[in-house]
């Protein structure tokens, strides 16, 4: 019989050190927490584990375990050694997570510090802050003292020759310019990574943009954003929308698209017509045959006497 099959066989005498085994749990546990003799399982020639219950709180399904083992041609039985291990069933605290991988958006309060990896896929290096290019920059070697900022020259009377050479153009001032002088910039995995979550939460598919009369893309009150993410992108300025001051889609939308209920304008009353086609006379004299004015009495003119 081989080796291997008569580990799966526990050892008779080892089997039977149950009493042994129980002693050695009882004195590392709790008084009163050992509980009946579950199993006895072979680990190898001559080696056999003892499982009791545990009935102490808090460790429901675990059991002591208590190694015994015995040498060769020996009838003595020996304890190995006593650990607590859960079982099948045992009631188990959740797989540790590391830190980084547990934060959540919206986790961050006031003071708290955030530290980002050295390798974080999100970003890549920005520019140093020297004036000479990087080794892998695009820009080819030499490149950069041949373009000489022509604008800003200074001119001086006189021949050409005596003319100052024109200054140089600074690589920093142009990397400040252009928002790249800094030590990490976002890398085009974190670019993608912001736009997926952005798409999610502003995006086409929420239930806000299905039920929305029209697109954020055609409403006053989307500001675009700069660069590539603008071709996707933009922020919403309208204080009554639910995402004012978010990032959204263009294909994102809600009730209060600029265009979705235009308030119609107050009716303006009719100008007054003057019909100027028809004369009235009006006479300055009264009539002579009308009103009480004696005939033999001079004439008067109207208004006050």
Same mark, same amino acid.
């Given at each position: 019989?081989?080796?291997?099959?008569?580990?799966?066989?526990?050892?008779?005498?080892?089997?039977?050190?149950?009493?042994?085994?129980?002693?050695?749990?009882?004195? !590392?546990?709790?008084?009163?927490?050992?509980?009946?003799?579950?199993?006895?399982?072979?680990?190898?020639?001559?080696?056999?584990?003892?499982?009791?219950?545990?009935?102490?709180?808090?460790?429901?399904?675990?059991?002591?375990?208590?190694?015994?083992?015995? !040498?060769?041609?020996?009838?003595?039985?020996?304890?190995?050694?006593?650990?607590?291990?859960?079982?099948?069933? !045992?009631?188990?605290?959740?797989?540790?997570?590391?830190?980084?991988?547990?934060?959540?958006?919206?986790?961050?309060? &006031?003071?708290?510090?955030?530290?980002?990896?050295?390798?974080?896929?999100?970003?890549?290096?920005?520019?140093?802050?020297?004036?000479? &290019?990087?080794?892998?920059?695009?820009?080819?070697?030499?490149?950069?003292?041949?373009?000489?900022?022509?604008?800003? !020259?200074?001119?001086?009377?006189?021949?050409?020759?005596?003319?100052?050479?024109?200054?140089?153009?600074?690589?920093?001032?142009?990397?400040?310019?252009?928002?790249?002088?800094?030590?990490?910039?976002?890398?085009?995995?974190?670019?993608?990574?912001?736009?997926?979550?952005?798409?999610?939460?502003?995006?086409?598919?929420?239930?806000?943009?299905?039920?929305? &009369?029209?697109?954020?893309?055609?409403?006053?009150?989307?500001?675009?954003?700069?660069?590539?993410?603008?071709?996707?992108?933009?922020?919403?300025?309208?204080?009554?929308?639910?995402?004012?001051?978010?990032?959204?889609?263009?294909?994102?939308?809600?009730?209060?698209?600029?265009?979705?209920?235009?308030?119609?304008?107050?009716?303006?009353?009719?100008?007054?017509?003057?019909?100027?086609?028809?004369?009235?006379?009006?006479?300055?004299?009264?009539?002579?045959?009308?009103?009480?004015?004696?005939?033999?009495? &001079?004439?008067?003119?109207?208004?006050?006497?």
């Amino acid at each position: 019989m081989s080796a291997a099959m008569r580990s799966r066989t526990p050892d008779r005498l080892c089997a039977a050190a149950v009493d042994l085994a129980r002693e050695a749990a009882e004195e !590392a546990a709790l008084p009163g927490t050992v509980g009946e003799h579950i199993d006895a399982v072979a680990d190898g020639d001559r080696v056999v584990t003892h499982l009791f219950a545990c009935n102490e709180p808090g460790y429901r399904g675990w059991r002591w375990a208590v190694t015994v083992a015995r !040498a060769s041609r020996a009838k003595v039985v020996t304890l190995d050694e006593t650990v607590l291990l859960p079982g099948p069933d !045992a009631l188990l605290a959740p797989e540790w997570v590391p830190w980084s991988e547990r934060l959540r958006p919206g986790d961050m309060g &006031p003071g708290d510090l955030l530290p980002t990896e050295a390798d974080d896929l999100r970003l890549e290096p920005g520019f140093t802050g020297d004036d000479a &290019p990087p080794p892998n920059s695009p820009v080819a070697e030499g490149m950069a003292a041949e373009v000489a900022d022509s604008e800003e !020259a200074d001119v001086v009377p006189g021949s050409p020759a005596i003319q100052p050479a024109p200054r140089r153009g600074s690589i920093a001032a142009v990397a400040e310019e252009l928002g790249m002088r800094r030590a990490r910039v976002l890398s085009r995995y974190g670019l993608h990574s912001a736009a997926d979550r952005w798409e999610e939460a502003f995006g086409a598919k929420t239930p806000m943009a299905q039920a929305a &009369p029209a697109t954020c893309v055609s409403c006053g009150f989307l500001t675009p954003l700069p660069g590539s993410l603008g071709q996707a992108f933009g922020v919403c300025a309208n204080e009554f929308a639910p995402a004012d001051g978010r990032v959204v889609s263009l294909s994102y939308g809600c009730g209060a698209h600029s265009e979705a209920a235009v308030m119609p304008k107050p009716p303006r009353p009719a100008e007054p017509v003057v019909d100027e086609t028809v004369v009235e006379p009006l006479s300055l004299r009264p009539e002579r045959d009308g009103g009480s004015v004696e005939e033999t009495g &001079p004439a008067e003119e109207l208004g006050h006497s």
